[in-house]
Each structure stands twice: as C-alpha cells, then as structure tokens.
C-alpha cells in the first residue's frame, strides 16, 4: 500500500511570511499528485495537481507546489500567507493512470495557522 | 450545476441503529468514492464505485455498504452503528476515462456522524 507522509503537523506563522508544507510518498511509479485545502467548516478544495509535465505546478491563491522525483515529494510552498490562508492542507497521491482507479491515498494533514 | 450533494449534514445515532448517508453529484462523473475523515488521521477510503453496478472496497470499508444503481447515486449505509463509526464522512467524485485514467476528485460538503 502506498503511505503519504506530511511532516509538519500544525504550522502558525504571521502574515507576509513565505510558506512551505512537506509532502513525501512511497510509490515508485507514475504518480498524479494533488494538495488540497480545507477551510474550517468546509469541504475539500482542490488547490492544485500534477500529473505530468513542468514539475513547478501553480494553482489557485497564489499557492504553487514543485514535483521532485528523485525525492518523492511534492512540496507546497506560498511566498506570502495571509490570514485567509488559515486551514488544513492535505497532500494525495494516485498512483498510475487507471491501475488503482483513482483511490487517492491522503496524507494526515496539516493545519496552518496565520496570525494577522 | 450543484456538484456533489450530501444529506444530512449532521447525524447522531444510538449504538446499534442503522442510516443511510445520500450522496449525488450532477457532473456525470463515472467514478465515485466515500471517504472518512478522523482529526490527525486524514480521509481514508471506506468504498468506491467505477460506474453503475460496480463497487470495491477501500482501505476501512468494515461496517458500511454501499450501493451504485445510478450514475449519479452512491449512498453509503451503516447497518449497525458503533462509536468507532464517529466521523465525518466525505463523498467525491471524478471523472474517468480509460486512456486518460481518473481526475481531480470533487468532495462534498460532508456528514458529521456521531455514535453514542
């Protein structure tokens, strides 16, 4: 089974300040991979995804995530939050195209905090 | 176009009752999926379905069933309630072709289920 691994459990940072969320996974093949975001009360939403191509994949609020195969991970990185960016971040994982039908495998989550 | 739609949005349940969690989506997606979201765990896969008739198992899918009979219906049932069963439960769906394989999942707004 494939695990997804998201280090930082809860982030609190100020505004203005640059973020980055980890996500690493454990699958060896052809990988589509997704950060979504979820705002207190909501449901998921995606932010954005990569399944082939430019590794550097930007997405909605300014959020922008990099593909590093060698290393298994999918990084989300924003250069300046804002208050409104508090909320739970996810990072999944699916793995081929069609070979697993599109069972995404989710990470636990991290809650980011933005103090104004 | 409404997406995907879940009712209720709350439950409490007795030990020992059974419900049936509704979900729809309009997007004519082929593939759909229940999900549940435990705090610091992340969602987890309880079922999922790749078209009418057709349902799998997913990674928690003890104490649930599920149904397919329409495109756009997937309810999810809980025969006998548990407290283990407490969670809020997501529905998602995508669509999928199969040269291009599964895209972005579209999650409902979630049911908040407690078992006491």
């Known amino acids: 089974a494939q695990s997804v691994s998201q280090h930082n459990h809860h982030v609190i940072l100020s505004e203005a300040a640059s973020l980055e969320l980890g996500c690493n996974y454990s699958?060896?093949?052809?990988?589509?991979l997704f950060w979504y975001v979820q705002y207190p009360g909501q449901h998921l939403q995606l932010l954005l995804k990569?399944?082939?191509?430019?590794?550097l994949v930007k997405g909605i609020k300014g959020f922008e995530a990099e593909f590093i195969k060698s290393k298994f991970s999918f990084n989300l990185r924003k250069p300046s939050v804002q208050w409104s960016d508090t909320a739970e971040y996810f990072c999944?994982?699916?793995?081929?195209?069609?070979?697993?039908?599109?069972?995404?495998?989710f990470g636990r989550g991290t809650q980011l905090t933005v103090w104004p | 176009n409404a997406g995907v739609t879940q009712t209720p949005k709350f439950r409490i349940l007795k030990i020992g009752q059974s419900m049936t969690l509704q979900c729809t989506q309009d997007?004519?997606?082929?593939?759909m999926y229940w999900y549940r979201q435990d705090p610091g765990m992340g969602l987890k896969l309880i079922y999922y379905s790749v078209g009418a008739g057709i349902t799998d198992k997913g990674e928690v899918p003890n104490g649930y069933n599920v149904s397919r009979s329409t495109t756009e219906d997937f309810p999810l049932r809980l025969e006998l309630a548990a407290p283990s069963q407490t969670s809020v439960y997501f529905c998602a769906s995508s669509y999928s072709t199969l040269a291009g394989g599964p895209d972005t999942q579209y999650f409902g707004p979630g049911t908040r289920l407690t078992v006491l």
């Open positions: 999944a994982v699916n793995a081929g195209r069609g070979s697993t039908l599109g069972r995404l495998y």
């Open positions: 699958y060896g093949g052809t990988v589509n």
């Open positions: 997007m004519n997606h082929n593939y």
């Open positions: 990569y399944f082939s191509g430019d590794p």
